[in-house]
């Protein structure tokens, strides 16, 4: 049975790139060489526009030299093009003031807001921000300030009195011209549950095949229990990195550089504060890292986990082989993709110009292209 006749057609791709607001190098576990400049980040947004990738994530991290909403507003105004999918931690905003900020955000850059709902993982890291809430009540707390958003934007007059977030009469207007999407993450069962009830498009990081398949069957799951409160269907997407060379053996050549100068006093710390998480999902990270080999399956390398918090794996190989493994998690049914590379401008140009052809080559013969047509090595999925 093919992936389509279990889970009917596969959605088009979204491509987006990754915004860098903190420094960026040729190495990680080092100082980066490269400031993150409002002039560098708005030449990754056109540089990413140009490759044909539709929008671009900004993190949010208390330890980046730029704060998200800032400068992505300052590079929405810089820019043309590709839009940004800005990270907001529900704690930071009142979901009041933040639906008019969106709202305000979409009018004066219409169909280049998109919003990704950040829960939050590290205590210590959720303290810097005077977030002190459990697991289980931040997760209350983003549904609730999703919720709201979705209220808000309708337009209409609304009271909301709960004990944390009460408010009377509040109004948007003008309400954004169009629908902002909403995209939430989370390994945990209350993030895969707030997810089918309210977000536009679930993410994953990336993971293997299996673990990947085995994620989606259980957010179908919750398709079929939850009550979806989103005119929409539920769409799937997957945070990964991408190391693409001319060769394979190239590319895996610069996955080693890439960890060849990691400081062991960076490793230290890194592995002493992602020891404390309360992320499901980084600590898959960490165990892929942790398996024994940083190659987990073919074309997937665990070693970006070595010292960087959130999604450590990249996905290597030669450009079929890169296209490959994209169409084969298609095939699963995720149809947005985030990627990121090292230095994150120049990565994004040889992406569009090594992988963006084969899959629009791919695209127009139809999204059931299979993963076996693109790239030996990759095992297709049936």
């Known amino acids: 049975m093919t992936p389509a006749e279990r889970h009917g057609p596969l959605d088009p791709l979204d491509l987006l790139w990754f915004c860098q607001l903190a420094a960026d190098g040729e190495f990680i576990g080092t100082e980066p060489e490269r400031r993150p400049t409002l002039a560098y980040i708005s030449s990754i947004v056109e540089t990413a526009a140009e490759m044909g990738f539709s929008s671009l994530l900004t993190a949010t991290n208390y330890h980046a030299e730029n704060e998200a909403w800032t400068a992505s507003i300052a590079t929405l105004a810089r820019t043309r093009g590709a839009g940004l999918l800005v990270a907001v931690r529900p704690g930071m905003f ?27 993982s590290n205590p210590a890291e959720n303290a810097m921000y005077g977030d002190m809430e459990s697991h289980a009540d ?28 009460p408010f009377k009469g509040a109004i948007v207007s003008p309400v954004p011209p169009e629908p902002v999407p909403i995209y939430l993450g989370g390994h945990s069962d209350d993030a895969q549950r707030i997810a089918a009830e309210l977000a536009d498009v679930y993410l994953l990081w990336g993971d293997t095949l299996a673990g990947v398949e085995g994620r989606l069957a259980t957010m179908r799951t919750h398709e079929r229990t939850v009550e979806r409160l989103v005119d929409t269907r539920l769409r799937y997407g997957l945070r990964c990195h991408v190391i ?40 898959r990270q960490l165990a892929l890292a942790s398996s024994g080999s940083l190659v987990v399956e073919p074309h997937l390398w665990a070693g970006v986990g070595l010292a960087r918090s959130g999604v450590g794996v990249a996905i290597v190989g030669d450009p079929m082989q890169v296209a490959g493994t994209l169409r084969a998690y298609q095939a699963l049914g995720i ?31 139809g999204a059931r292209t299979r993963a076996s047509e693109l790239s030996a090595g990759v095992a297709p999925v049936t």
């Not at 003031?97 to 709202?103: D, E, L, T």
């Not at 997760?139 to 009195?161: K, N, Q, S, V």
């Not at 550089?257 to 400081?263: M, V």
């Open 138 to 165: 931040r997760y209350a707390r983003t549904r609730e300030f999703i919720a709201i958003l979705r209220d808000l934007w309708r337009g209409e007059p609304t009271d909301h009195l709960s004990d944390r977030y």
């Open 244 to 283: 693409v060379r001319e060769t394979e053996a190239e590319a895996w050549q610069a996955a080693d550089r890439l960890i060849s100068r990691i400081d062991p006093e960076v490793r230290r710390r890194f592995v002493e504060t992602t020891g404390v998480v309360d992320s499901e999902g980084q600590r």
């Open 335 to 365: 149809s947005t993709f985030i990627l990121s590379g090292y230095p994150h401008l120049e990565e994004c140009r040889r992406f569009g110009q090594l992988v963006m052809p084969l899959l629009r080559q791919s695209e127009g013969r």
């Open 94 to 120: 009142h979901p009041a003031i933040f639906a008019k900020m969106v709202a305000t955000a979409e009018n004066l850059f219409p169909g280049r807001v998109r919003i990704n709902v950040v829960t939050g």
